[in-house]
Every structure is written in structure tokens, then in C-alpha cells.
């Protein structure tokens, strides 16, 4: 009898233990699912970047998104479904946020198409070909979710430029026979045509006088690109005062726009002008789609102290930096692309590889001159961080066949220094000043390729 008890007691005690111990799984199973449900993910911000190049929508998250997307004609739609979601106050503010200018985007309708799965549908102008990517938490930012919406028959820069009274047809035809790839409405016909006239203008100057010799004397067009640095997403170093890199440097490269376009010989076209993102590899490759002959990339440093002060000129070095302060400031401008994000499965590898391997020692040679002479006229505004030009590796100085200088044209980290750089006085006298030095330059170093005529 006793043994029978105390076999029934065993008995029962394992029974209780296979209970609790499946109790325990079931907690254990519900603790895992449940924090999808009690605590879904939330979005932080809704960011549009509208820009004729593309349009960037950016969803800021507090964890990674899960999205899937697909394309509808007739009309042209963009579908994007998000998992994991619940639509919030912050998402619905995306509607409100597309602007009736945007290039590429009519409008956004945004609503919860099933429990956990939010749906956005982009109405779109014309046909795009999208790239939604994630980003990683840097700097400010947490998890991002990036649409980038981009034509699906994208312009040709020059084309552009032409359209928007920038260019010459005779000019882009100039670069299409020197080898820059064909540009709409030009046809290849016409380079006799043009070089005829040229012949026969050279033979009537023989027999004239010297006043008609100056008078049909051809100056060789000078193609420059200038390159506000950061912009959207990366908005750049950041003064005490607020003031944003991204904003003084666009305002400067358009006000040395305005200077440069004075000159009869010299055009001018910007790699972004107005807050957009551009990523570093972007910016060379225009610069080379118009065959520019000088890239001048244009900043606002910045520095832990805010004593630091003084204008820079830049160079690429293919040596290593020739500062620890040079390759810190490299390494923080090349950073740009992380916290402006690109989207890394659609890198250009090719042309990664020229930049990275092709950049040569005539271009760095070239460079220094510029940056020397300019550095000089910079000297006579304002007071200089280095006395001479400095060089590292820098990303949007590596086109292997442009000249090109990084301009720091002040610390915006500086109080002072910030002050001038938002001041229009300040801006007006700095944009001059580099017009001086890159005048100076190409006066005793002309174009001598790609048969460009004023």
C-alpha cells in the first residue's frame, strides 16, 4: 500500500513537471511572438528630396523595414508595400510632403492594407525606374528605408545644360565629335559644316589687319564644374549657430556660378543645384559627361575645436595625406555617401575602378597649379588654415583626366568664421576671389583638347 502511494505520488510529481514544463515553452513561445505585436515598429521621420536628376523619398525608422515593390501602367504607379508596420501620424504626413513641382511624383496615397502591411502607392508623371534600398544607423540617423526614383529615359546632361539656355548645339556637337556620346537632335553631319567656316575665317585673318585679327581671333570655351558639396539627406557639417554646410557651400557655388558665367569663354555647370543628395562617384561622372576642363568641389570645414579657422585648397594625392588634419578631413568628406546613402548594390564597379585606378600624374599636376594660384587670391579675403596646397585622397577628386580642387572656404564650426560664411557679403568676395585664381590659371594654361570654341 505504502509502495502504491508512493508510486502514484512519482508518478503525479513527473506529471506536473511535463505541465510545467509545458507552461514554461508556451510563456517562452508567447514571449518571442509578442513584442511584434505589443511593440511594432514606429517611423521616426518622412523625408522627399525632389530633384530633376531623381526624386528620394526616406522613411526613418526604429528598426530595419521589410518592403517589396512592384511598377503599374497606364497610369504610371509605384506600389510599395511595407511589413511590420502600422500606419502612424509621422507616415501620413508623406502625403502632404509632394510637392506639385516634383518632377517625378503626382502624389502618394498611404494607408494600412492589412493588419502589419502598410501600402503606399505613388502616382507617378512618367515611367521611373525605382532603387529601394535600406541604410544602417550613422551619425543622427536610425534605420532608413530609401526610394529613389529615377527616369526611366534620363537626360543627357548637356542635352540639359542646352534646354536650359546653358549650351550651345554647336558646343555639343564640338564634344560629340571629340568622343562625349551623342546627344539628342544633334546630328554628326553638321561638324563639316562648322569647320569649314573656321578654315576660311583662318585664311580672310591672314590678309586683314592685326585689329581684324583680334576681332576673329577664336578663345577656346572653358568648361567648368563646380560641385556644392553634401546636400538631402547629408546635410555636412553643422555650425554653432545651426547654420548647415550643405546650404553655405550651394549658395557660394551659385554665386561663383553667376561670376564665372560673366566671362564670355567660360560656362558652368553645377553637379546639384538645389538640397539633393548627389553621391561622390556621381559628381566626378558628370563633370566628365561635359568634358569639363576644371571640377572645383566647394565646402565649409569643420574641426572638434572651434578655434580652428582659416580657408583651404585641396588636392588628390595617390601618396597618402600630407596632414593628419588632410586625411581626417578625407576620411569625413568621403564619408559622405554613408550618411547621404547610395545604394551599394547599384554601384557603377567600372567606373569605380577609374576612379580609384586611373587618376594620373598630370591631373595632380594640374591641380596644384590651379590650387595654388587660387589659394593665393583666397589669401587676399580671408585669413588661410595652410599656407600651401595640401593633398589626400579624396573621392570627387579622383577624374583621371579633370584638373580638380576641394575648396574649404571657411570653418562653419568656427563662430566667427560661420558668421562670414552666411554672410552674402562674404560670399560675394570669396566667389570672386576664385574666379581671379581660375582666370589666372587657364590664362597661362589654356584648354588644348576637345576643339571647344567660344
Known sequence: MHKRHQKLTSNSTCA????????????????????????????????????????????????????????????????????????????????????????????????????????????????????????????????????????ANPIDPITALIEKGEWQKEDALSAAVAGNKSVPGIQSNKSEKLAKPAEAGDKRNSETNNDAKDQNKQIPMITIALDPGHGGEDPGAIGRGGSREKDVVLAIAKRLKHHLEKEEHIRVMLTRDADYFVPLQTRVSKARSVQADLLVSIHADAFVEPTARGSSVFVLSERGA??????????????????????????????????????????????????????????????????????????????????????????ISNPEEEAKLTDEAYQNELAEAIVKGIKKYFAKNPPLQRSKLA
Open 16 to 151: 506536473g513537471t511535463r505541465r510545467t514544463f509545458l507552461q514554461a515553452g508556451g510563456c517562452l513561445l508567447l514571449s518571442v511572438l509578442a513584442p511584434q505585436t505589443a511593440t511594432a515598429m514606429q517611423i521616426l521621420a518622412v523625408r522627399v528630396w525632389p530633384a530633376a536628376d531623381y526624386t528620394r523619398v526616406t522613411l526613418e525608422n526604429d528598426a530595419e523595414l521589410k518592403a517589396s515593390h512592384f511598377l503599374v501602367k497606364d497610369p504610371n504607379r509605384l506600389v510599395v508595400e511595407i511589413e511590420g508596420l502600422t500606419l502612424n501620424t509621422t507616415l501620413k504626413e508623406l502625403v502632404a510632403k509632394i510637392q506639385t513641382n516634383d518632377p517625378y511624383i503626382k502624389q502618394v496615397r498611404v494607408g494600412q492594407n492589412r493588419p502589419n502591411v502598410v501600402r503606399m502607392v505613388f502616382d507617378l508623371k512618367e515611367e521611373i525606374n525605382p532603387q529601394v534600398f535600406t541604410l544602417k544607423p550613422i551619425g543622427t540617423y536610425q534605420h532608413r528605408l530609401v526610394f529613389d526614383l529615377y527616369p
Open 322 to 411: 600630407t596632414s593628419t588634419a588632410a586625411r581626417w578631413l578625407a576620411k569625413k568628406e568621403n564619408d559622405a555617401d554613408l550618411i547621404g546613402g547610395i545604394n551599394l548594390k547599384n554601384q557603377d564597379k567600372q567606373l569605380a575602378g577609374v576612379l580609384l585606378d586611373l587618376s594620373t600624374t598630370a591631373q595632380i599636376n594640374d591641380s596644384i597649379k590651379v590650387g595654388k594660384v587660387v589659394l593665393k587670391e583666397i589669401a587676399s579675403i580671408n585669413r588661410l588654415h595652410k599656407a600651401s596646397v595640401e593633398q589626400a585622397g579624396f573621392v570627387v577628386l579622383k577624374a583621371p583626366d579633370i584638373p580638380s580642387i576641394l575648396i574649404e572656404s571657411a570653418f
